[in-house]
């Protein structure tokens, strides 16, 4: 079958087909007389294995291991294993930080509620990224600074940034 309708059995694109092939991923395909590529019902299905790899999260380069593995001996099964574990700990491993980066937005989140500062916290934690929290601020001034008298308030978010500044 010519290139297109491979693709469109395989639910990809003509260039995803093209790319595969530079990769190594997808065997050269033999080519008619006319010059076009023609693929076979195996191609596709391992179009299809691959796409299948990626939707579970696997990179083109796990999922190039898979490829050498698909027709593993029994003996053999265990090196497929490792890689679905290796993977399942990495997923584990993300999930971890989106769950820690959610709590830290949550907190910011929550000093935003109804506080009628004049500076948004959530705002004024992100402006500090890479650098330490300031408890004093001379921004905007001329001549000697003279530094702002704190408040309970501006003292919470400082506390909230240097706990975001501890997770990044």
Same mark, same amino acid.
């Given at each position: 079958m010519l290139i297109t309708q491979a693709a469109r059995e395989a639910g990809v694109n003509t260039q995803t087909l093209r790319y595969y092939e530079r990769r190594g991923l997808l065997p050269k395909p033999s080519r008619r007389g006319?010059?076009?590529? /023609?693929?076979?019902?195996d191609a596709v299905r391992l179009v299809r294995f691959i796409k299948r790899a990626q939707e579970l999260g696997f990179s083109l380069d796990e999922v190039e291991a898979l490829v050498r593995l698909r027709g593993v001996r029994r003996g053999d099964r265990h090196r497929v294993r490792a890689i679905a574990e290796r993977k399942i700990a990495d997923i584990e491993r993300k999930i971890a930080?989106?769950?820690s980066m959610r709590a830290a937005l949550q907190r910011l989140v929550d000093s935003c509620r109804g506080s009628g500062a004049? /500076?948004?916290?959530?705002?004024?934690a992100l402006?500090?990224?890479g650098r330490k929290v300031r408890s004093l601020k001379y921004e905007g001034r001329t001549g000697s600074p003279e530094p702002r008298t704190p408040n309970p308030e501006r003292r919470t978010r400082s506390r909230i940034i240097e706990a975001l500044n501890q997770e990044a």
């Amino acid at each position: 079958m010519l290139i297109t309708q491979a693709a469109r059995e395989a639910g990809v694109n003509t260039q995803t087909l093209r790319y595969y092939e530079r990769r190594g991923l997808l065997p050269k395909p033999s080519r008619r007389g006319s010059g076009y590529r /023609e693929y076979t019902d195996d191609a596709v299905r391992l179009v299809r294995f691959i796409k299948r790899a990626q939707e579970l999260g696997f990179s083109l380069d796990e999922v190039e291991a898979l490829v050498r593995l698909r027709g593993v001996r029994r003996g053999d099964r265990h090196r497929v294993r490792a890689i679905a574990e290796r993977k399942i700990a990495d997923i584990e491993r993300k999930i971890a930080q989106l769950q820690s980066m959610r709590a830290a937005l949550q907190r910011l989140v929550d000093s935003c509620r109804g506080s009628g500062a004049a /500076e948004c916290p959530i705002v004024e934690a992100l402006n500090q990224e890479g650098r330490k929290v300031r408890s004093l601020k001379y921004e905007g001034r001329t001549g000697s600074p003279e530094p702002r008298t704190p408040n309970p308030e501006r003292r919470t978010r400082s506390r909230i940034i240097e706990a975001l500044n501890q997770e990044a």
